[in-house]
Each structure stands twice: as C-alpha cells, then as structure tokens.
C-alpha cells in the first residue's frame, strides 16, 4: 500500500472503579484534532466514539445479575448507614478487578469497522484506568482484521507503549498525533513507520522508541506548531452525546462542546505528566479560534466547556474570552484554574462576558502544613471564590488526597487539613461542589519518578504495581505510605464525603441522583 485512504478512528470505551468513579463523557477533542487534520488534507475519516454511542451500555464485572444502577443506588443506600469497614467489604472497594465497562461492545465496534473497511484504525487512550476495555479492543480487531494497521495514542500509550504495544497494537504515537498520523497516512510501508520520530514498536520483543526532538531537559518540544493545527470538522461528532454535560456545570439545554483555546500548562505539578505528554505551552492563534467558532455556531453549538490545561497563562486569554462574549456563546471553564494566580478583577470580567461555572481546584495540600502559606491561601479562597458568588458564578472546588508531603509522615495530617480546608469552604457557601481525589501516580509524573528512586527508602509504595489500572482512577488508592496503609487512605476519603455531606450547603456525593446516572 503506497496511500492510505481511509482512517477509523476509536475513542475506547470507559473502564472505571465499579462503585467509586462517576461516570462521565464529553467529545474527544484529541481524536477531533486528528480527524480534521486528517480529513483536511483528503483522507477519508469515520470517528468511532465508542463510549457516546453506547452510553446507556455499562457491563459490570464481578457482580453477577446485578446492574449498574441497582450498584450504584445500593452503595449511596448504604453510604449513610454502614460505618467505613462495612463499606469497603461490602462493595469490595479495595478490590481491583471491581470494574464497570461502558460503551458500546467490541463486537458492535468490529462491525462498524467492518462496514467503513479503513485501511488503518487509530485508537484513543486518555488514561491508563481504561487499559482493560482497551487490550480487549485491540484483540477483537487485530482477531478480524490481522492485516490492519492498529495505531495507538494518548495519555496512556504515550508513556506506557510497551504495555500496549504487547496488546497487539501495530505502532504507538508519543504526545500529539496529528503530523505523525499524517506521515503514516502517506508512508503507510511499517519500515518507514518505524523510521518515524514520536514512534514506539516492538522488534522481536524488545521496545523501540524514537524520541521525539527535546530542550536537553527530556521535554517534549512539539512537532506541530499551534499555525498547523485544524479546526475541528463538527460532523465529525455523529454520537448522541448527554443532554447536560456530565463534566461540568450545567448547560442549560443548550447544545455544548469542549475546546481549548491551548495546549500545555507551563506548570510542573508532581501529580501530572501533561508535560510529557503534551510539552511546552502554546496558544491557539486568534483568527483559527474564530474560525473554529463560527464553524461551531453553524451547527448549532451555543455553550462551551474551556479544557484548557491553565487557562489565564495564556496572554491571549481575555482575547478569548471577549470572541465567545461577542459570538454569543455561554462558556465555562472545566479544565482547571489555578487558584494563586487569579484575581477578583478576573473573575468580575469573565462574569460580564458570559461565563456561569468556574473549576478552581487547590492543586496541593502540601502547603497546607504550614500555617502562615495556609491562612493566605484561605484568605485567597475567601476573595476569589466570594468575588464569583457575588457575580453569580458557580464554582465548584477539589484537592487531592495522599499527596506524600516531604516529611512522608506528614502525609495524614497533610490531608486532614485539606478535609477541614474544603469544610471552611463548603460550610462557609463559597464553593457549591466539593470533591476529593485520591492520588495517582500517572506514569511520568513526579511522583511517579520519587517512587521509583526513593520510594522503598521514603516508605511510599504502588498498591498493586503499575499495572494496577484500577489504580489510575482519581476515586481508587494506588500510592500509599508506611504510615498511612491504603486502606486508611480509602477511609480518609470516605470520611472526607462524610463530612462534606453534613454540611447544609453541600451537593451530596454518594447521595443518588446525578451520581447514579
């Protein structure tokens, strides 16, 4: 084959924590990224989002007869009656393989295969939580389709490629996908793939990577500048997607979709590996952003969800904040702002030009050991979270639990004092939606790195190794100490909603209703 004609690309179907993780969807801008990219420059191009078009489709595993919803209704039943002991034996919370799959079958995904006949089929995986739907997949596809090219992208393959390339996957795509599926669609011949940078295979079982080119400090530097990047093609997006997002703020019945108006964050938070994954930070040039709107406006699209890794880095951020007033769209910002660095003067202006709900997490409980760093950053809290209120914005809040702090000792207190920092603010009506985490060491991270060079000498250790998928899931204990064991680390989370659920202005978590569905 000297030209590829046809691309299926999959978003692979959700696999989380049967019991803890909520269980959301929203279009998959990456894969959108690559099939306009794609389909701009003549290839034919069929988006397969395996996890929308069967969301009603959740299969559990380990249960027997019993169904999602019967699961999950059973669970917040019981969350206000069973003490924490009881609760994790009964719904086998600690257990790994406690899993739920959702989307469409891998036999129902062959077919659509079988129907479009791709010369090629890329796969998304956003994270590593979703490695068994994945591996299934790939075996599904390659047990068809022996001779089709299977590649592999996405948070996950990117920094663990070995892993999936031994679930059959032909080659794995490091960090962003669209100039290097590009060059495979054009040299499709596999020994010109492998001569490809950004590219990880298997010779005779042995992994092979071709680094992509780097600043000498082993960060990815990008190989497509933000000028090349494609408007994402709507129709694309054939999937019924949920009425309200279930990912954020409410939308208000009008039709939504994610964007970002960059790529990258610029910071170097111990828990993330955006930055191996992604690299530096660049913005999205004015005029495309334009362009990607109107397009979106064609269609019918009235509310956007902001994914940006840091929003306000960005220069040009209130650029794009006056384009989406003036278009006419709703906005609200999901990807995450970062609480030091905004100001009542920002929030008043996003206010004025059409936002309505605001993700502001605290990205660390560490400073949260010393009194002084945390009296100002409560006094922070207070003026930015109140400046939102008073403007009527939502603001919905989070941190992370088991963050080893530097003295790993401290890691308990460290996260008690996040538990009553997220009381104050949920007690005291600044925030409306509060969650709790629970650490993960995403491969590459920081954290992830400590553990490997001083974990057993610092007493911080992987439940499970990494290859505990389940422990990839914000909502499932993968790291955890000599002197706060796994099991006190699930205790501490559940107290945490506990205490968060007595509290008159909290949205309940494990209370029904938008946590079932």
Known sequence: MTHIKKVALIETPLHKHAVMDPIHKAQSIGLG?????????????????ATAEGYDRKKL?????????????????????LNDDELI???????KNNSVRVGLSDIEVVKKIEDYKPDVVGINVIASVLHPSYISLVASIKERFPDTLVIAGGDHPTNLPEECLKAGTDFVISGEGEKIFHNIVQNPRPEDIKRMRGISYLEGGILVTNHRNTDGKGRIIDNLDVSEISVIDPSLYTANYPEEPT??????????????FSRGCGGSCSFCNSWRTIGGFRQYDMKKNR???ELLAENGYEEILIQDDNFTVSPSHKKVIDLLYNMGFSWQNNGGLELETLTPEEIEYSAKRGCHTL???????????????RKQLKNKAHEIFSTAKDNGIHVFSGGILGIPSKDVRKTREDSEKLIEFAGDLVSGGYVDYWVNYILDALPGCGISKRIETRGREEGIHVYGGKQNWA?????FPQVYTDFMPYRELMKLYLKSHREINGMENSRKWFGGGAWVS
């Open 33 to 49: 990224y690559v099939g306009s990219y794609l389909k701009q420059r003549g290839t034919d191009v069929m988006l397969i989002d």
């Open 61 to 81: 595993f380990g249960w027997g007869n019993k169904t999602f919803e019967k699961l999950r209704n059973d669970f917040c039943n019981d969350f206000g009656v």
């Open 89 to 95: 034996d009964k719904y086998r919370l600690l257990e």
């Open 247 to 260: 990912h954020g703020g409410t939308s208000n019945g009008r039709k939504y979709i994610d964007m970002d």
């Open 291 to 293: 362009k990607q709107l």
């Open 359 to 373: 993700f502001i997490p605290l990205n660390t409980g560490r400073k949260l050991g010393d009194t002084q760093l």
């Open 471 to 475: 422990g990839y899931s914000h909502h």
